[in-house]
Each structure stands twice: as structure tokens, then as C-alpha cells.
């Protein structure tokens, strides 16, 4: 809901609360295009896409009944909040500047290396920029989920019911409609039948 609610957000394609790995469920964004770089608006998207199930589970069980089920999402908006701000540029606060230089290591197994060339006050003010950013994301994804809660409780009633649900049932629910049931599903293929 949250990402076909933003601007410059990549399609949704499929919704599955099947579990994939250690993620409980999953959204698949498809691109319609090949992208080489991203807009600012773009990642701002992005960020409040990646906090829409947290905020849904708040909304719906409470403060206190969150889960750790939004943890990958959460790891990954912080990155790509801090990277915005480190090494795209993107903030108004500090810059079109780089933050980190990142050096790539030669043995194997080992990630990138950073070394930060900042003084204690400007790694705190990122950590602020950082921190803003998320926020205002958490905060418009809350907003979106918000007005759309009618969307919010069709689309968990949609995905108890057939468990995956694909873009043909997403833009029903997004229309105020009943989503018809997806391709190949019969009611033998029910969760618990």
C-alpha cells in the first residue's frame, strides 16, 4: 500500500506471507525499466516503503505487540538512509559531499572496509540527518497506512485467504474492490484444506 502510494516507486508485483528464508513474507517490486541511479524522491520512496509492515503491525496490534519481523527492512532503510546522506549527497543538512571512502577488500569473505574521515561533530550531525530521514519516513508510511485502512485490513484478509496475492488482486484492493481470487488458486488449494 505504502509503495504504490509514493511517487517513483517500482511496481508491486506479488505479496506472499508464504515464508522465503528468514523472512516471514515478502513484497517483490518489479522494475519496469532498467535504472542505473536513483532520484531523490526515488529512495525517499524506498525508505517509506521499507518501514509499511512495521508500521502496519503497529497500527493494527498496538506499540507493544510489534514484532522483530521487520528487522531486514529496517536494517536495509538505515543503510540506504545513511548512504543517501554519506555518499550520495542527498541532504540539505550536509551536502553534496561524500562521507566514507570505501575500499574494497582482496580477500575473500571480507565485506568493505570504511574509513571515515569526519570529526566526531559532523559523525553526530549525520547520525541527526540519518535519523531525520527515517523518521520522516516512518512518519509518512504511518500516514499513508492511516487513510488506508479499509486497503490495509482487505489486503490481510486477501493474503489469509490465498496467501499470495498478485498484482491483478493488489490493484483491486488499491481500487476499493474485492480482489478476485489469483490464477490456479481452487478453494482445495486453501490455507489448511
Known amino acids: 500500500i505504502v509503495g504504490l502510494s509514493v511517487p517513483d516507486h517500482d511496481p508491486v508485483h506479488k505479496v506472499t506471507i508464504i515464508p522465503r528464508g528468514r523472512a516471514l513474507g515478502v513484497t517483490l517490486f518489479l522494475p519496469e525499466t532498467d535504472r542505473y541511479s536513483h532520484s531523490k524522491t526515488s529512495l525517499e520512496s524506498r525508505l517509506a516503503s521499507l518501514y509499511g509492515g512495521r508500521v502496519a503491525e503497529e497500527l493494527i496490534f498496538?506499540?507493544?505487540?510489534?514484532?522483530?519481523?521487520?528487522s531486514n527492512d529496517i536494517q536495509r532503510a538505515t543503510q540506504l538512509a545513511r548512504d543517501m546522506v554519506t555518499k550520495y549527497g542527498l541532504s540539505e543538512e550536509l551536502g553534496p559531499m561524500t562521507y566514507a571512502d570505501e575500499?574494497?577488500?582482496?580477500?575473500?569473505?571480507?565485506?568493505?572496509?570504511?574509513?571515515?574521515?569526519v570529526s566526531e561533530e559532523t559523525a553526530?550531525?549525520?547520525?541527526?540527518?540519518?535519523?531525520?530521514?527515517?523518521?520522516?519516513?516512518?512518519?509518512?508510511?504511518?500516514?499513508?497506512?492511516?487513510?488506508?485502512?479499509?486497503?490495509?485490513?482487505?489486503?490481510?484478509?486477501?493474503?489469509?485467504?490465498?496467501?499470495?496475492?498478485?498484482?491483478?488482486?493488489?490493484?483491486?484492493?488499491?481500487?476499493?474492490?474485492?480482489?478476485?481470487?489469483?490464477?490456479?488458486?481452487?478453494?482445495?488449494?486453501?490455507?489448511?484444506?
Not at 485490513?153 to 491483478?168: C, K, N, P, S
Open 103 to 117: 575500499e574494497d577488500e582482496v580477500f575473500l569473505g571480507r565485506s568493505v572496509t570504511q574509513h571515515k574521515h
Open 62 to 70: 498496538g506499540e507493544d505487540k510489534v514484532t522483530t519481523g521487520a
Open 124 to 193: 553526530r550531525k549525520i547520525d541527526e540527518v540519518v535519523r531525520s530521514m527515517i523518521d520522516r519516513a516512518y512518519n509518512r508510511a504511518r500516514e499513508i497506512l492511516t487513510t488506508n485502512m479499509a486497503k490495509l485490513d482487505a489486503m490481510a484478509g486477501a493474503l489469509l485467504q490465498y496467501e499470495t496475492i498478485d498484482r491483478e488482486q493488489i490493484a483491486e484492493i488499491m481500487a476499493g474492490r474485492v480482489p478476485n481470487p489469483p490464477k490456479n488458486w481452487t478453494s482445495d488449494s486453501k490455507p489448511g484444506s
